[in-house]
């Protein structure tokens, strides 16, 4: 059961299965994440958060197996569901700016040059496969923000 809900309910096996190996597995969570924010953000904020609260809470159990040593398996995306959830708390479902949220939020975890990123995935376990995600996903909530500022 940890396994299945550590790999996104499964998307985070089908890198594997299609072309031999993890490398994109973590995009299949953040696509995971954002049908699942495009679903639910009809029922407002208040929904958001709380599925964003679930995803978190699953991200920090799920992957406790499978971070032995600092382990962080490519196939492990229930930190990039969270992650890109965070990422598009509030955002106008399929807007400018909920796209450029998820893209930031995807980069800024894939790259991890911005600020802090690094430095929360270094933590021990499954907090460090949780946390750099979240960083990620703070910066892309930031720029979807600062984006409906603007425009």
Excluded: C
Aim: glycine share 12%; net charge neutral.
């Amino acid at each position: 059961m940890q396994r299945f809900i550590a790999s996104g309910f499964g998307v985070g096996l089908i890198p594997q299965k299609l072309w031999g190996s993890d490398n994109g597995a973590g995009t299949f969570g953040a696509a995971l994440a954002a049908i699942v924010a495009w679903l639910v953000w009809p029922l407002g904020v208040a929904a958001q958060l709380a599925v964003l609260a679930v995803a978190i809470v699953l991200s920090l159990w799920a992957p406790r197996p499978f971070a032995a040593n600092h382990a962080d398996p490519g196939w492990v995306v229930i930190d990039e569901v969270a992650g890109t959830l965070i990422a598009l708390i509030g955002l106008s479902a399929g807007g400018f700016p909920w796209f450029v949220a998820l893209a930031v939020a995807r980069l800024a975890d894939i790259f991890k040059v911005l600020p802090g990123v690094r430095r929360a995935e270094a933590l021990p376990g499954a907090i460090g496969i949780t946390m750099d995600d979240l960083v990620a996903g703070l910066y892309g909530l930031a720029t979807g923000w600062a984006l409906v500022t603007l425009l």
